[in-house]
């Protein structure tokens, strides 16, 4: 099985970056790279088979597109090329036979999303019928690239997510006009543009961590509540992507303390997490990578945990009773595990904390 992914995943590979590529190619090169063509649409939207198309009658309607039949292990895309006047390659769009999701994009067309999270790029929703399209632009020398995705089975706007698929994108220079509609939309930050087409929104195709609901500011915070991870070599990357899996919005903790004691950000310290049920409306979870039943953290995690819940109690007034374990407001769990050494982390933090 991985190996047919990995054979469909190279094979695909070069399909991926030629769709770029092959805008401005002439007629003749293009069906070098891709073979000749199998189906045309007509400029009137009728589909003709190649050997149709060739024995078309006189006054058949011009061609608007030429679709050429790829196989990719065990993926058929299909490349539709658009050719301007000079017979010059002025639109490439590729239709996917399996849907991928934007967040597993960079794992089955790497060079697309390479490309889509350039930091120059902007990102769109564009109202289209019968749904709307997640648009990129992308700054290329020579005139900006347009992709659109067609993001199947999501008639929602609002819900366009990480999770929402993909079932294939097209890939063209602006024109002038929508060009125009972009610049707008970017000066106009979240606002929408004069006709309402076009919408900023996050880039789910740049790396870095994307909530796939709005998230909500926390009222009050009273509490921090610590973890362990209970699976080890855990990031930030991977627990995001588990709790995406839970289907939550992303990581449910705040911070993450690293085997080296490092600290890293989480879900925005603002936002109401999800790490303790019943306490998440009014808390700051923290999370240290380890599995805590068997072993014990890190001096190095340990030393950071005394200097962020020190910092954060400060920042927020929380009293030393209300820096807890997991398991003093959940019952049905060990966190942060069983030999997690919390009474000498108690007596640590209470020389460090201001007596009240
Ligand atoms: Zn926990």
Known sequence: MLKVLLLA????????????AALGLSRAAAEDRFGAFSLVQAADGTMWRRDEWLARPAGAPAASEYGYLTVAGDRTAAVWLTYDGQDIVSRVA???DKTVSFRDLGSVLPALQAAAADPGTNTFLLRAYPRDLLAAVIPRPGGDLLVTFDNAGRRDATRLNTHSFVRGFTVARLTAAERELMTMADNDGART??????RRIENFLAPGLHFSEQLVARKRTDMLVI?????????????????????????GYHKVILPDGSVADGRPEYAVGAHAIGANSHSVGISLVGDFDVNLPSPAQMASLLALTAELAGKYGVSAANIVGHRDVYKDTTCPGRIFPWAEFKQALAKKLPAK
Do not use: Y
Not at 9 to 20: F, H, K, M
Not at 193 to 198: E, H, M, N, P, V
């Open 9 to 20: 995943i190279l094979l695909l590979l070069p399909r991926a970056a030629a769709a770029e």
């Open 227 to 251: 973890h362990h991870t209970k699976i080890e070599n855990m990031t930030v990357a991977s627990i995001h992507d588990l709790h995406l899996r839970n289907g939550w919005a992303g990581i």
């Open 193 to 198: 543009a004069r006709d309402g087409s076009w």
């Open 94 to 96: 590729v239709i996917l």
